[in-house]
């Protein structure tokens, strides 16, 4: 009777353990079920926004004179390079020109002339061309802070929680038309270029 007895006590406890592993993998189970609800709200609640960078950099006022500023800077940078492009062609034809009739001497030494002016010239390419990503970034910079802050602005009146980007070099993929905001980010620029005209 007491091996019985032990024997029976020793099945319940096993059963209580049991019971016990399997009550804890229910309130597992149900815990995670009962977060989902909880989770698509929020995830529900969240309302996005969606602005076309390319579109407003074409259609506001700021925007435009960045690119005429941009375009004014590398015109004059251009002007620069030709000149010595064209100094550079004056010297080859030159050369050409003399080969036969210079001694060997006064063609090595044209020769070495050329090749430091082209030296001269790629290392000015080169300057130039740092330059205007330079000042490229800086108008950039200062455009995208300005839309920066009328986006954050809309953003807060409309109580949007989040504001993405979409085109050619976005990652966002698909959005719904409601929500691009491009329009009223527009409009707000323009409004404030016409407040605080240029000077």
Not at 4 to 23: A, K, Q, T, V, Y
Not at 35 to 59: F, K, M, T, W, Y
Not at 161 to 172: D, M
Request: proline share 3%; glycine share 6%.
């Amino acid at each position: 009777m007491a091996r019985d007895s032990i024997g029976n006590s020793s099945m319940s406890g096993s059963m209580s353990l049991g019971g016990r592993h399997l009550f804890i993998l229910l309130f597992l189970s149900v815990g995670c079920w009962s977060c989902a609800p909880v989770n698509s709200e929020v995830h529900s609640a969240l309302v996005i926004g969606v602005i076309d960078p390319q579109r407003i950099l074409q259609e506001t006022t700021k925007g435009q004179e960045l690119t005429d500023n941009l375009n004014a800077f590398m015109k004059n940078r251009q002007a620069l390079v030709e000149l010595e492009q064209r100094e550079l062609r004056d010297m080859e034809e030159d050369l050409r020109a003399q080969r036969t009739v210079l001694s060997q001497a006064a063609r090595e030494m044209k020769e070495e002339q050329f090749r430091q002016k082209m030296g001269a010239y790629q290392q000015k390419v080169a300057d130039l061309n740092r330059e205007v990503q330079a000042k490229q970034a800086e108008l950039q910079n200062e455009f995208r802070r300005e839309v920066g802050a009328v986006v954050e602005q809309i953003a807060h009146d409309r109580n949007l929680g989040l504001v993405l980007e979409h085109g050619a070099n976005s990652g966002t993929v698909y959005y719904q038309p409601s929500w691009d905001i491009s329009t009223n980010v527009i409009q707000t620029l323009n409004q404030k270029s016409q407040e605080t005209p240029s000077p």
